[in-house]
């Protein structure tokens, strides 16, 4: 199943998007499923599990093949054939994340997708800088009615790109955002539009912001509604993976 979800998922996808198949909770084994089915960009959410599968998958794939020809990734729009050798896995982290847990993280994350604090920024900036690497990171906004979930405010967000310069080894690329959990189409729209809005707002604000080009919106329930503002990233996992046992 896992191979037929990934290959319609990507079916659906218009150019340019980035599907993130969410692997947490599930084993490696699914990965492995995926991986053969295409996929190659994973997300995971708790820093002890995402790096032992960053681990479990390396070592998987080295022993696998010593082969590291590139090839076709059939219905992976936007991929030419050659932009991915065999081998390469790309991780994105998506949790929250604490500031001692950062070396687990930072060292194999190609995208931090879930920044929601300045203290976490900072640490991430002073990590980067302690080990000579610029970190790839998304702000999170907090879109959805729910008082839990994470994220920056808007007037925080444009605070720190104020003083973007300042963290010389941090790379803004973008937002992600997690809609209301809900089945009123409506509502999830009213968020995806704002956030979709205010990237917009922020790319015509600061220009020199070259990086900052990336949408990530869209999980298993919403993704086709996110593509409708602009999702530049979807972050998938029950739709994929199937339900979660915690
Ligand atoms: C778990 C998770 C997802 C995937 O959720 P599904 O509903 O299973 O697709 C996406 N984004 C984040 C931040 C998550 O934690």
Redesign the pocket.
């Known amino acids: 199943m896992i191979k037929e979800n990934i290959t319609a998922i990507h079916g659906e996808l218009p150019p340019g998007v980035k599907l ?1 198949a ?1 692997s ?1 909770f599930h084993p490696v084994e699914a990965i492995r499923e995926a991986y053969d089915a295409g996929q190659r960009a994973f ?1 995971e ?1 708790r820093p002890q599990e995402f790096c032992r599968k960053v681990a479990e998958v390396a070592a998987w794939l080295r022993g696998r093949d010593s082969d590291t020809r590139a090839i076709p990734l059939e219905g992976v729009q936007g991929v030419t054939v050659h932009e991915v050798p065999r081998n390469e896995v790309e991780w994105h982290f ?2 929250h994340l604490q500031t001692n847990k950062l070396k687990l993280v930072l060292p194999h994350a190609a995208l931090v ?2 920044v929601d604090s300045q203290h976490l920024l900072d640490a991430i900036q002073d990590w980067g800088k302690a080990n000579g690497k610029v970190i790839r990171v998304l702000l999170e906004l907090h879109i959805g009615a729910e008082q839990t979930k994470q994220g920056f405010h808007e007037e925080e967000i444009l605070d720190i790109l104020f003083r973007a310069e300042k963290y010389t080894h941090v790379r803004f690329c973008g937002l ?1 955002g ?1 809609a209301t959990h809900t089945d009123c189409e409506d509502d999830i729209r009213a968020d995806f539009a704002r956030i979709a809005d205010f990237r917009a707002y922020l790319q015509d604000l600061f220009p020199e912001l070259q990086d900052f080009t990336e949408l990530s919106i869209g ?3 919403d ?1 086709r509604i996110a593509l409708d503002y602009g999702a530049t990233i979807v ?7 199937g339900e ?1 046992q915690y």
């Open positions: 993130v969410v947490k997300g959410n998506l949790g997708e879930s992600m997690m999980m298993s329930s993704w972050r998938i996992g029950t739709a994929i993976f979660r």
